[in-house]
């Protein structure tokens, strides 16, 4: 049995190393957040990246011990300054040491290449992380450039789907206008120094606000009749390609056409709560599975076909001490001890997802250095809503006559 066992776990492994290995227009990341009590070691999370292919790796801040172990790796890294630090990075000599103490004294070893200044900042409705939000951002490049890393490294922000006011039909995709004052500078930095505009996006969270009339289909990459848009022509098979381009139609329509837009976060919880529709191990298998395949075909998106495209996956654990419901500690492709949560990618396979992940977190503070998923939804609760029954599934239900 524990051969057979092993077996299973391999075959899962060689699986997704061939869906990972992503090249061309589109590329694949993961997201590797450490809310967690059980999780292995830096260096046996080397030993399962590798294993799987990955050569993206996301991070929520900027761990030491992480950072040391990928070293000479050849792994790309995303670091990040956490949200409660927004405001030492307004002082250049805090800006400076940070940079020299998380970024610098890695490379050149650690190919560390961006750096996120906060995740989900203008969606939290709290005016001073606002503010803070691009000073931060210019203090972070200003350090750089100071270091001459500017050249290698880039600085940017992770948003929310929320912060755009119209996503249907993508052609139609606006900022919210509240936000602009906030936004617009942010892309004048941007194009300044091309870095590119991430975004969250989690079309699980339109899915389980109304699974009556969300087709399934559609939100999981599976075959079905699509939707077209009335004023491009547009066709679209899925729900987060159309997401990603009423992202692009909001940057163009604020003058901003020619910026690239990468996916920070999008995943699918593979264990959720009787009340969180769709948190399945069969439907995270499909989602993240269907998502690395289509990101195989080497094509963007259908109003960028040919624009490069990097996606990054929540998350590599399932995490134990994430706050919030169920589905908050069954996002990862993999479970603590490294099995795999699921058997991504195989069709028709009878691997079911293992134990681990779903235990109600233990008693104590707050561990910070990322949101939850739904705390981030939560923070606005009304706007979210709006976001994702007025602006996608109604006018969905419309579109495809359902």
């Given at each position: 049995?524990?051969?057979?066992?092993?077996?299973?776990?391999?075959?899962?492994?060689?699986?997704?190393?061939?869906?990972?290995s992503?090249?061309?227009?589109?590329?694949?990341?993961?997201?590797?957040?450490?809310?967690a009590?059980?999780?292995?070691?830096?260096?046996?999370?080397?030993?399962?990246?590798?294993?799987?292919?990955?050569?993206?790796?996301?991070?929520?801040?900027?761990?030491?011990?992480?950072?040391?172990?990928?070293?000479?790796?050849g792994?790309?890294?995303?670091?990040?300054?956490?949200?409660?630090?927004?405001?030492?990075?307004?002082?250049?000599?805090?800006?400076?040491?940070?940079?020299?103490?998380?970024?610098?004294?890695?490379?050149?070893?650690?190919?560390?290449?961006?750096?996120?200044?906060?995740?989900?900042?203008?969606?939290?409705?709290?005016?001073?992380m606002?503010d803070?939000?691009?000073?931060?951002?210019?203090?972070?490049?200003?350090?750089?450039?100071?270091?001459?890393?500017?050249?290698?490294?880039?600085?940017?922000?992770?948003?929310?789907?929320?912060?755009?006011?119209?996503?249907?039909?993508?052609?139609?995709?606006?900022?919210?206008?509240?936000?602009?004052p906030?936004?617009?500078?942010?892309?004048?930095?941007?194009?300044?120094?091309?870095?590119?505009?991430?975004?969250n996006?989690?079309?699980?969270?339109?899915?389980?606000?109304?699974?009556?009339?969300?087709?399934?289909?559609?939100?999981?990459?599976?075959?079905?009749?699509?939707?077209?848009?009335?004023?491009?022509?547009?066709?679209?098979?899925?729900?987060?390609?159309?997401?990603?381009?009423?992202?692009?139609?909001a940057?163009?329509?604020?003058?901003?056409?020619?910026?690239?837009?990468?996916?920070?976060?999008?995943?699918?919880?593979?264990?959720?709560?009787?009340?969180?529709?769709?948190?399945?191990?069969?439907?995270?298998?499909?989602?993240?599975?269907?998502?690395?395949?289509?990101?195989?075909?080497?094509?963007?998106?259908?109003?960028?076909?040919?624009?490069?495209?990097s996606?990054?996956?929540?998350?590599?654990?399932?995490?134990?001490?994430?706050?919030?419901?169920?589905?908050?500690?069954?996002?990862?492709?993999?479970?603590?001890?490294?099995?795999?949560?699921?058997?991504?990618?195989?069709?028709?396979?009878?691997?079911?997802?293992?134990?681990?992940?779903?235990?109600?977190?233990?008693?104590?503070?707050?561990?910070?250095?990322?949101?939850t998923?739904?705390?981030?939804?939560?923070?606005d609760?009304?706007?979210?809503?709006?976001?994702?029954?007025?602006?996608?599934?109604?006018?969905?239900?419309?579109?495809?006559?359902?």
């Open positions: 049995m524990e051969l057979r066992s092993r077996r299973r776990c391999l075959i899962t492994l060689l699986a997704v190393a061939a869906l990972l992503v090249g061309g227009v589109g590329s694949i990341g993961v997201n590797y957040g450490q809310v009590n059980n999780l292995p070691t830096p260096d046996k999370v080397v030993q399962l990246v590798r294993a799987i292919g990955a050569t993206r790796v996301k991070l929520y801040d900027a761990d030491p011990r992480v950072l040391r172990a990928f070293s000479n790796t792994v790309e890294f995303i670091v990040g300054v956490r949200n409660e630090d927004l405001g030492r990075m307004k002082d250049p000599a805090n800006a400076r040491t940070w940079v020299r103490d998380n970024v610098q004294a890695y490379l050149p070893g650690t190919r560390v290449c961006t750096i996120t200044v906060g995740n989900e900042i203008l969606t939290f409705n709290n005016t001073a606002s803070d939000l691009l000073p931060a951002m210019q203090g972070v490049h200003e350090a750089l450039v100071a270091s001459g890393l500017d050249k290698q490294v880039s600085v940017t922000t992770a948003h929310s789907l929320a912060t755009l006011q119209v996503s249907y039909p993508p052609s139609a995709g606006a900022f919210r206008k509240d936000l602009l906030y936004i617009t500078p942010i892309l004048d930095f941007h194009s300044r120094t091309g870095s590119c505009f991430l975004i996006a989690y079309p699980y969270f339109a899915y389980k606000a109304d699974p009556k009339h969300v087709p399934i289909d559609f939100v999981l990459f599976q075959p079905n009749r699509g939707i077209t848009d009335p004023s491009t022509n547009l066709r679209y098979d899925n729900m987060l390609f159309a997401q990603i381009d009423a992202v692009y139609a940057l163009g329509s604020v003058g901003y056409r020619n910026l690239s837009v990468q996916i920070s976060e999008t995943g699918w919880p593979s264990k959720g709560d009787a009340d969180e529709a769709g948190a399945t191990t069969e439907n995270a298998r499909k989602y993240n599975g269907n998502l690395i395949k289509l990101m195989k075909q080497k094509k963007g998106t259908p109003m960028r076909p040919d624009w490069d495209l996606i990054y996956v929540f998350a590599l654990f399932n995490e134990n001490m994430k706050l919030g419901p169920t589905s908050e500690r069954n996002y990862g492709l993999f479970n603590p001890d490294g099995t795999p949560a699921y058997a991504l990618g195989i069709t028709n396979s009878t691997t079911t997802a293992r134990g681990g992940g779903g235990s109600t977190p233990p008693a104590g503070p707050r561990i910070d250095g990322y949101m998923i739904s705390e981030a939804a939560n923070k609760a009304t706007r979210i809503v709006a976001v994702t029954l007025l602006w996608i599934i109604i006018p969905l239900m419309i579109w495809m006559h359902v």
